[in-house]
């Protein structure tokens, strides 16, 4: 190989690194829209808990730590209502929702209702799991739990399907834009980083504290014709 080839190679090379590096960047940004529904993600994961969590209790009072239920009321509270609701959708998304009109704007009153039902239940959750679950609070709390299930489990769905887009069609891209900035600047002064990722890994510590996994939740398979 010539010099000059080896030259032409290299440079092929370091350009090609330059491209990669600038997809990867570019593919770790996460726009307004995608960042609230991985957020979503995570509160998703607290709502299987509460279910598991629901069904034990009903089994077996003593099956549920009550320090794992504190953790993911806790996660909820912290990750779920305080920021994600309050400080983003309930302070920037139903605002201009609202605003905007539409089937969309109908939702937000009644989404409002559920966060506060909501808080209500979580306070509940995080006063009853302080010390062991007793016999006779197995069941309320795991009706408490499987309410604050089903309302959030269509909530969000709600949220993701119908008010997001919606919020989102109202936008210009450079208005998304600036938004996603906006929320990650929300998120790192709430958390000192990357608030995600700390969610992330708090329910997972829950999860298999309560011997929960993927392969674990497969459905049983149908009776046969």
Known sequence: MSLRDGRRSFLALATAGVALAACRDEDEDVGAVEDLMREHGVIRRV??????????????????????????????????????????????????????????????????????????????????????????????????????????????????TVVFQAWKKSMSKKQLDEMGDLFEDIEHKTFGKDGFDDASATIAGVEASLGLSLAGLLAPAPPTA
């Open 47 to 160: 709502l299987v808990v509460y279910r598991e969590s629901a069904a034990r209790l009903r089994l077996n009072p003593t099956a549920v730590a009550p320090d794992a239920l504190q953790k993911a009321a806790k996660l909820m509270q912290n990750f779920g209502e305080d920021y994600h609701e309050k400080a983003l959708e309930e302070a920037y998304l139903f605002p201009a929702v609202k605003k905007a009109g539409g089937a969309a704007a109908g939702l937000i009153d009644s989404l409002l209702a559920q966060h506060q039902r909501g808080r209500e239940i979580t306070g509940y959750v995080l006063n009853v799991t302080r010390q062991a679950i007793g016999v006779s609070d197995a069941e309320p709390l795991a009706r408490a739990l499987e309410g604050f299930a089903r309302m959030y489990e269509e909530h969000a769905a709600q949220e993701d």
